[in-house]
């Protein structure tokens, strides 16, 4: 795969300091210390870019973090899987992944007419190696971090990730087995 060129400026804080922070769809509004992406040019978007079109200009594990907020909704869900391994590929190791987004259908959801991909807990499932339904389309492995994902009573999602290690996968429990721990726990605490 033939990684575009990464912007001049963005490679020198990646020689300077081995990595970033990545804010995806940051439009006007990016987080301080972050590299904002998107597809517009709008004041303080550092990287002009369709997060539809892969792979990125970026150079693979360079990012130590990614967020993006409101923005997975937006995506066509037939490129969520590739959107992923896409991340997977310019996250560093044990590196952090949080979304926020509407949750499903939610009047939230359901009021933007550019809204295109609803997500729910079980959506999240397909991404991370230690759920059944991880072994349907077998992207590339993520761990969802204990509690997550989260859904608030304003209706979005958050949800939190990490890119594991190779050591990581085979070590970490599966989420049935922390389960049981903690009903154990409360049972004997």
Not at 6 to 31: S, Y
């Amino acid at each position: 795969m033939m990684v575009p060129r990464t912007p001049p400026a963005i490679a020198k804080i990646l020689e300077e300091k081995g990595g970033i922070q990545l804010d995806l769809g940051c439009g006007e509004f990016k987080n301080t210390g972050f590299v904002g992406l998107d597809k517009r040019a709008l004041p303080g978007v550092d990287i002009v870019w369709d997060l539809e079109v892969f792979p990125y200009p970026l150079p693979d594990e360079s990012c130590w973090a990614i967020v993006g907020s409101h923005i997975v909704e937006h995506l066509k869900p037939w490129l969520m899987i590739d959107f992923m391994n896409e991340l997977w590929r310019i996250l560093k190791f044990q590196g952090q992944l949080a979304f926020a987004h509407p949750y499903g259908v939610n009047p939230l959801f359901v009021q933007d007419p550019t809204h295109c991909n609803p997500c729910n807990e079980a959506t999240w499932q397909y991404f991370d190696a230690r759920y059944p339904l991880y072994q349907i389309y077998k992207p590339k492995p993520w761990l969802m971090e204990k509690g997550f994902p989260q859904w608030n009573i304003s209706g979005i999602m958050e949800i939190y990730f990490r890119k594991p290690t190779p050591e990581m996968l085979v070590s970490t429990p599966k989420p049935e087995d922390i389960i049981k721990a903690e009903e154990k726990e409360k049972k004997n605490g």
